[in-house]
């Protein structure tokens, strides 16, 4: 029997929970409140109720073969990593651990300006969230050396899926079409990240960085633009970079642009992709909404 400690079960986690329980796991998932412990319960997970920084002996590690961390560094960027800021050690001593994951993003590669980029470029984020998951992924790393375990590094793209994506901003008249010349972003369906995800389990292997996108790095306006379509309602408005409002994580979010390549979740873990591009992951969140 294995057993996965998600920390910071959210709704990337969920996903991959959801098909680790399917094939019998144990799934352990921490939320910060009663009412997240029941939501977990809900979904056949055991909940602990744990925010990191916190006390770490909450944490039921005797039973843990593998963990999954899915807690980013402060809004800030100025705690890089809360978990193990207080609990690195009881998770390196876990009896029974044999794999460790985090869930990072593509941002440590920083701006491309529209290039190409595998794991084997450089990381030089420029933002200071960037480097922080930078910092991240390199205290995992060596978390894994002091458990003698594998660590895998997973570089997210943009993720959407239902209840995520454009569709709800569509709909509520909140989306808008950024115009910036050559700016392009990559992106992932939360269904496969979780095929990404227990690929790596189910395979282990000796760890390393994975990129998470699909096929499809595009203008995140024709994304936009698309979704619209599809609900059979008029394209957002549109309005340049240097004059829209936006949050300063958003204009941060934008300051980037990069193609990001796919190709080693393909050859080294076997993954054939659901949803290849936008277009096949937005037809397809349609149509469960549909059946819903």
């Not at 292997?205 to 998470?212: S, Y």
Request: aromatic share 6%; net charge negative; with cysteine.
């Amino acid at each position: 029997m294995k057993t996965l400690l998600s920390i910071g079960h959210g709704y990337s986690a969920r996903a991959i929970s959801a098909e680790l329980i399917a094939n019998g796991w144990t799934v352990i998932g921490t939320t910060r409140t009663e009412a997240g412990a029941q939501a977990l319960r809900a979904e056949g997970v055991a909940p602990v109720i744990w925010t990191a920084p916190g006390d770490p002996s909450v944490l039921p590690l005797d039973e843990v073969t593998h963990i999954l961390s899915s807690v980013a560094p402060s809004r800030e960027g100025d705690e890089i990593d809360p978990v193990l800021e207080c609990a690195a050690m009881e998770l390196a001593h876990a009896p029974k651990l044999e794999w460790m994951g985090y869930l990072s993003t593509v941002g440590v590669y920083g701006d491309r300006q529209g290039e190409w980029v595998d794991e084997t470029s450089e990381r030089r984020p420029e933002t200071r969230r960037g480097k922080a998951r930078l910092a991240a992924e390199d205290l995992w790393q060596r978390l894994g050396h002091v458990a003698d375990v594998p660590v895998h590094l997973f570089r997210l793209a943009g993720i959407y899926g239902p209840g995520r994506g454009p569709f709800e901003k569509v709909r509520a008249g909140r989306a808008r079409i950024i115009r910036k010349p050559g700016q392009v972003f990559s992106r992932i369906h939360v269904d496969d990240i979780a095929q990404v995800v227990q690929a790596a389990i189910m395979r282990g292997g000796a760890g390393g960085a994975w990129n998470v996108c699909d096929d499809c790095p595009i203008d995140p306006g024709e994304v936009l633009a698309y979704a619209a379509d599809l609900l059979d309602m008029p394209p957002p408005p549109q309005v340049d970079f240097d004059d829209a409002e936006m949050s300063e994580m958003a204009r941060s979010f934008y300051s980037e642009s990069k193609r990001v390549r796919n190709d080693k979740i393909k050859s080294g873990l076997g993954v054939t992709l659901k949803y290849s591009d936008y277009r096949d992951g937005l037809r397809a969140i349609l149509a469960q909404e549909s059946q819903n």
